[in-house]
């Protein structure tokens, strides 16, 4: 049982954590080589907090709370119960295999089997929106150690353990979870108040209201008109995270050159032509750049780091001293020959080689040979792709015609 087990060894947090950086580590485009993850994470956490990488449908919110309740309704000990949820997780897996609804499914792929289960990835989320209210899994079974507890004592354990409006475990739950990852309306508007409570002044509370479903396919939340009616204060955030997504991502694609750059050298050709890719993305992210010129050379940097230590006061002070160094190139607009700028080489290649040694690219040929084209390419957009998902999942059940008992 290990997805259970690993519940005894350390704090949930950590082990979202580490698995979100697994799952970024499985996404070449979404590495984070330049060690910038502390700063990226600080902003995901604030404009969308409780979410998660991992997360993939609404619906979980009230599978994972489900499987623990059915499991403890049988009473016995916590290592029975543990057993229980873990059994429940995997049927649901295969119910939902059987009702086609494979649309964000966690186990899509390796089915009953898959490590990482459903209560692992949501764990924060149901604490974030006060739909667990215990501090771990083990505490949610309101099992006891031993057997032959009190019942009205264990009664009482188990609801406490959750929301006491939780909506009850559905008849057939889990090996029959009847509409798969549909939501009714009645469960959409009960997530939308716990989802509400735990997520004030933040993009994801204004987005999980009524009338501010955003556009299905925009590719970042600065992208899509309703993020731009939301309040001044969360648009300053959001406008703080747009710059620094902005200004990084050149950073990424001038570490992708250079490694392009001693590929070709050392004569590998399963890549076609990268060096000619990446010297042309970024010509395109300069030109960007200078397309944002007021923003960039108006950006209250102050302001930005006050609101990223606000978040995580951690952030180690080499990471500033990296950002900081490239930020004042590129808020200067001194970028025009990134491309074979030095200064700017050496910056990215030292912070590069320290962050990780001999695994680095740009000195371990064995690494080098198998670089698949792309490295921390893809431009950062705080979760956008999972939050979307999971609030048009919220709008689709709320605007449900037939509101479920």
Not at 286 to 311: H, K, Y
Request: glycine letters at 8%; proline letters at 5%.
């Amino acid at each position: 049982m290990p997805s259970m087990i690993a519940w005894l060894d350390s704090s949930h947090e950590d082990q979202r954590r580490m698995r979100e950086i697994v799952n970024l580590f499985t996404q070449s485009e979404s590495r984070d080589e330049l060690g910038i993850g502390q700063v990226r994470d600080a902003f995901s956490d604030s404009i969308f907090p409780g979410t998660s990488t991992l997360h993939t449908r609404a619906r979980y919110l009230l599978f994972v709370p489900w499987c623990f309740v059915a499991a403890a309704a049988k009473g016995g000990t916590v290592a029975r119960g543990e057993r229980r949820v873990e059994d429940n997780e995997r049927a649901l897996i295969a119910g939902l295999t059987d009702l086609g609804a494979t649309d964000g499914l966690i186990g899509r792929v390796a089915g009953v089997a898959v490590k990482t289960l459903p209560s692992t990835v949501y764990w924060s989320a149901l604490r974030q929106y006060a739909i667990a209210q215990v501090a771990a899994p083990l505490d949610a079974l309101g099992l006891p150690v031993s057997p032959d507890p009190d019942q009205e004592e264990l009664a009482e354990r188990v609801l406490g353990a959750w929301s006491p409006t939780l909506p009850p475990v559905p008849a057939g739950f889990p090996r029959h979870p009847e509409t798969g990852f549909e939501l009714s309306q009645a469960e959409a508007g009960w997530l939308q108040e716990r989802m509400l409570g735990g997520t004030e002044g933040s993009l994801l509370h204004y987005l999980a209201s009524d009338g501010h479903r955003p556009q299905a396919k925009s590719d970042a939340p600065w992208d899509d008109p309703i993020c731009h009616t939301s309040a001044p204060e969360v648009k300053r955030i959001l406008e703080h995270a747009r710059l620094f997504s902005l200004a990084v991502h050149g950073a990424s694609f001038l570490y992708n050159l250079m490694i392009a750059e001693r590929y070709v050298k050392a004569g590998h050709t399963k890549i076609e032509n990268p060096v000619e890719r990446y010297r042309d993305l970024l010509q395109k992210w300069v030109q960007e750049c200078e397309e944002n010129d007021g923003e960039l050379t108006g950006w209250d940097r102050g302001a930005f780091w006050d609101l990223i230590l606000a978040v995580n006061p951690q952030v180690r002070p080499v990471t500033r001293a990296f950002l900081s160094t490239w930020f004042d190139r590129v808020c200067s607009l001194e970028i025009h020959g990134a491309a074979d700028d030095e200064a700017l080489r050496q910056l990215v290649a030292r912070r590069e080689r320290a962050q990780k040694g001999s695994q680095s690219r740009l000195t371990n040929d064995r690494l080098l040979a198998s670089w698949s084209g792309q490295s921390g390419t893809r431009r950062l957009t705080y979760r956008w792709a999972q939050v979307n998902r999971i609030i048009q999942d919220l709008h689709d059940g709320l605007e449900a015609a037939n509101a479920a008992a």
